[in-house]
T-cell receptor, first 115, second 116 residues
Framework: AQSVTQLDSHVSVSEGTPVLLRCNYS??????LFWYVQHPNKGLQLLLK??????LVKGINGFEAEFKKSETSFHLTKPSAHMSDAAEYFC?????????????FGTGTRLTVIP | SAVISQKPSRDICQRGTSLTIQCQVD?????MFWYRQQPGQSLTLIAT?????????ESGFVIDKFPISRPNLTFSTLTVSNMSPEDSSIYLC?????????????FGPGTRLTVT
């Protein structure tokens, strides 16, 4: 069965400092993994995805994530936080090999950026 | 990519009434989905909207409460029936195409529903 654990419900960083949002997954096979961002009153936007290609995935807005199978992790990072990065971030897992239609969402991490 | 719009964007409804949410995709898509996001919670899949046939509901969701239509490859509706305050949530429409990027999924802006 697939599941996602986002280890921090809330992360607060100062503008210009690095961002680390942690995600661990559980999946029977090699999963597809995603990070989505949700700004207030806006729809979910795909930041990046891992689908069994390169383990270091670069996304939009300077974000990247590294798939580490040995650690079952897919942490999201950004070298320097910007005020516009303040939002809710969701780590998501899907398991193509089981033919599952469902995306399994983590509980989300709210990122606050302090000026 | 696909751009998804939803109507209404928000509504305040009285208990016992029903609300139909519309979802329009700017291109034909293979699969459409409806999710619920309760206050402060993550997203939960309600059902997969199947074109020309009955929707496939997830555990805990039933057709009588959440009837869904999908008359074509670009449009779907979700009705929240006989509403109670517990139905207050954001309802999101989502879509994806099967293929090389079959698990890249797009989301609408959501419909914020408050039931009084």
């Amino acid at each position: 069965a697939q599941s996602v654990t986002q280890l921090d419900s809330h992360v607060s960083v100062s503008e210009g400092t690095p961002v680390l949002l942690r995600c661990n997954y559980s999946s029977s096979y090699s999963p597809s993994l995603f990070w989505y961002v949700q700004h207030p009153n806006k729809g979910l936007q795909l930041l990046l995805k891992y689908t069994s290609a390169a383990t270091l995935v670069k996304g939009i807005n300077g974000f990247e994530a590294e798939f580490k199978k040995s650690e079952t992790s897919f942490h999201l990072t950004k070298p320097s936080a910007h005020m516009s990065d303040a939002a809710e971030y969701f780590c998501v897992v899907s398991d193509p090999q089981t033919g599952a239609n469902n995306l399994f969402f983590g509980t989300g991490t709210r990122l606050t950026v302090i000026p | 990519s696909a751009v998804i719009s939803q109507k209404p964007s928000r509504d305040i409804c009285q208990r016992g009434t029903s609300l139909t949410i519309q979802c329009q995709v700017d291109s034909q898509v293979t699969m459409m989905f409806w999710y619920r996001q309760q206050p402060g919670q993550s997203l939960t899949l309600i059902a997969t909207a199947n074109q020309g046939s009955e929707a496939t509901y997830e555990s805990g969701f039933v057709i009588d409460k959440f009837p869904i239509s999908r008359p074509n490859l670009t449009f779907s509706t979700l009705t929240v029936s006989n509403m109670s305050p517990e139905d207050s949530s954001i309802y999101l429409c989502s879509a994806r195409n099967q293929g090389v990027s079959s698990y890249e999924q797009y989301f609408g802006p959501g419909t914020r529903l408050t039931v009084t």
